[in-house]
């Protein structure tokens, strides 16, 4: 009988965080326009400390993951003489699935938790409450723009990804294995439609949502003490890559 | 001013209204702060200045823009008359010279006139100090004890001071109330205080080790303890 | 207040990155010869059976793409498919009686439409059919005429 006691708190506690997370998303939602108008440029400076500051980890993952892909695609395909579609496989891949979910869990672990543990020490140092105690909101000068910041980057990140790593595996495809340039970049054009690109990109627009809604919420609830913040941090990857990952089933199910 | 844990911080979240009362009004001016809505709150609030115990400067600006901050966020104020402001509020707290270090950069007493800085730019009405002598070494507590005092006397404005330095409370303070666990105990100026004989406000003002708050934190019996007679 | 010349350019040189990065992934990656509506005309063509064609499926005349298969659906009172196609506006003297078949191209059998030359002085044009098409050709049909044959040898 505790047993089951213990299981609905959890169950209501996951549901009251759940909520208390939406109502947190629609704030974020309603402050956006007067945010991206009146403090263009403090959302400008955190899509320069999500997005920009990303790239080099970004790129350089993208090559390796797109060389591997390639990798594996010419190796495996090789058993059917298949080796021309070495482009269709690691393409698709990469578009569809790879690049989005990738790019995602590397944005938590880079961008999100240096998102999390700014907005957590800012709590922690009184800095919030000092804004709010000059009568300037949190939401506007903090909290949107960092929320904006991850939401425009993260499909340009995505993107770049993709194409890196699809040059990747377009190296290693023609350059170390030998497969037709032509055939590669053919087959490939022939067989992706504009709707699997989109089907990437509408990924990616969903995942920088939940990534920068986890992090700002985690930030702004932390406990504010050290340890605190190094907690959100950590609940901030961890969440961020359940949630991408079941989110990445559920939008695949749903478009296929 | 009144022993840890008794209230004083809470008191003061009540009054900025960063906390709403279970019981209770809170009345500034007269006026019942929790039925302002969030414009009228954030007026009221621009009256206030408040210092907060570690200072709270927004660490991605230097000692000039925190200053500045209020102002740039609440007036329309040009760049050329905001310097003026800032520079003079740096001056009356004496770290005009600081206006380009980064927060980072300052020791604690600095940091914290800084902060004091920021909470007269907008020339507030009234002042709020939450534990403004902690941790400070004798100049320094020197140093903001005179400041406390300045503001409050050529600025005309009304202090709030929480803090449990009663030595220092006894230099800036016109009245004083101790609260111990959530109630007021005594009121009055701070020599009142200091005669009153009552045993709670005693303890405290005098710093006696034991009294009504009490040495002991709650235990068992120590003999039965140290016997093991209570874990049977 | 963030006013840094440097945080600027580095968002900016960022931002045309992505975009940049965008374009590529939709040009570069899906079929280049994205024939546009305005430039091209619709024909229709039935058959039989249409194997795995697709839409966007290319439609090549001696080898080369001149178009591509926009629609395929059923025909319940003839009981065929109905192909549409759109051909680049530039290739307008395909007689009309040109035959389309159902070929695959590569290995793994991408199916496209294939078209060969008749010798009609009429050409096809916008709302034109193709009367001459050949289905595509079941693995499982040939093999199956294969042993017929072959039993039939005894």
């Known amino acids: 009988m505790n047993l089951l006691r213990e299981l609905w708190r959890s169950v209501a506690e996951f549901l009251r965080t759940f909520g208390a997370m939406a109502l947190f998303f629609v704030d974020l939602l309603r402050y956006s326009p007067s945010t991206l108008f009146k403090r263009f440029n403090l959302v400008v400076y955190q899509v320069f400390n999500a997005g920009a500051l990303s790239i080099v980890i970004i790129m350089v993952c993208g090559l390796f993951v797109g060389g591997v892909l390639g990798l594996q695609a010419f190796a495996n395909l090789e058993r059917f003489n298949a080796e021309e579609a070495t482009g269709i496989l690691a393409g698709f891949a990469l578009v569809k699935e790879i690049g989005p979910v990738i790019t995602a869990l590397l944005f938590a672990g880079r961008a999100g938790t240096a998102l999390a543990s700014e907005i957590g020490l800012m709590k922690a140092t009184d800095q919030l409450s000092a804004m709010e105690m000059m009568a300037v909101n949190p939401m506007h000068r903090v909290l949107v723009p960092r929320f904006l910041g991850g939401i425009i980057s993260m499909p340009l990140l995505t993107a770049v990804f993709t194409m890196v790593g699809l040059l990747g595996a377009h190296l290693v495809a023609v350059e170390m294995q030998g497969v037709d340039v032509g055939a590669y970049w053919q087959q490939l054009q022939q067989t992706m439609d504009l709707d699997d690109v989109y089907e990437g990109i509408t990924k990616s627009i969903v995942f920088g949502v939940v990534a920068s809604l986890l992090a700002v919420w985690e930030g702004y609830n932390a406990v504010p003490t050290a340890e605190g913040v190094g907690r959100a941090t950590t609940r901030t990857v961890v969440g961020t890559a359940i949630a991408v990952l079941i989110l990445d089933f559920m939008i695949t199910a749903y478009l296929l | ?232 | 207040m963030r006013q840094n010349r440097a945080v600027e350019l580095g968002t900016g040189l960022f931002v045309l990155l992505g975009i940049g990065a965008l374009l590529f992934l939709t040009t570069q990656t899906t079929g280049r010869n994205d024939f546009s509506a305005a430039e091209t005309y619709v024909v229709e063509a039935r058959f039989e059976n249409v194997g795995s064609l697709k839409k966007r499926s290319p439609v090549a005349m001696s080898g080369v793409t001149i178009g591509r298969v926009t629609d395929i659906q059923f025909d319940s009172d003839a009981l065929e498919a109905v192909v549409t196609l759109i051909i680049d506006s530039r290739y307008d003297q395909i007689p009309d009686d040109s035959d389309a078949s159902i070929l695959t191209a590569g290995l793994l059998g991408s199916q496209y439409i294939g078209l060969q030359a008749g010798g009609s002085e009429t050409y096809l044009e916008e709302g034109s059919e193709i009367y001459l098409t050949q289905s595509a050709v079941i693995l499982e049909n040939l093999i199956g005429k294969f042993l017929v044959q072959g039993s039939s040898d005894d």
């Open chain 2, 1 to 232: 001013m009144g022993p840890s844990g008794s209230g004083k911080t809470t008191l003061l979240r009540l009054i900025t209204r960063q906390l709403d009362p279970d019981r209770g009004r809170v009345l500034v001016d007269g006026v019942d702060i929790a039925t302002l809505n969030q414009s009228e709150l954030y007026q009221l609030r621009r009256r206030f200045g408040m210092l907060f115990q570690n200072g709270a400067l927004l660490t991605d600006m230097n000692v000039f823009e925190n200053v500045a901050f209020p102002l740039r966020e609440h007036t329309g104020l040009g760049d050329r008359l905001i310097r003026l402001v800032v520079l003079s509020k740096l001056h009356s707290v004496g770290l005009r010279g600081a206006a380009d270090l980064m927060p980072s950069e300052l020791s604690g007493g600095m940091a914290r006139r800084v902060a004091l800085a920021r909470a007269i730019v907008m020339d507030p009405d009234i002042l709020i100090y939450d534990e403004p002598f902690v941790g400070l070494d004798p100049i320094s507590m020197g140093v903001v004890v005179r400041l406390v005092r300045r503001m409050n006397d050529t600025l005309g404005i009304s202090s709030i001071v929480v803090s449990h330095d009663i030595k220092e409370i006894a230099a800036v303070a016109d009245r004083s109330h101790l609260i111990s666990d959530g109630r007021v105990v005594a009121s009055g100026s701070p020599e009142d205080l200091n005669k009153d004989s009552s045993e709670m406000v005693r303890q405290f003002m005098h710093g006696i080790a034991d009294g009504p708050v009490a040495f002991h934190y709650d235990a068992p019996d120590y003999e039965e303890q140290l016997l093991g007679r209570d874990n049977e």
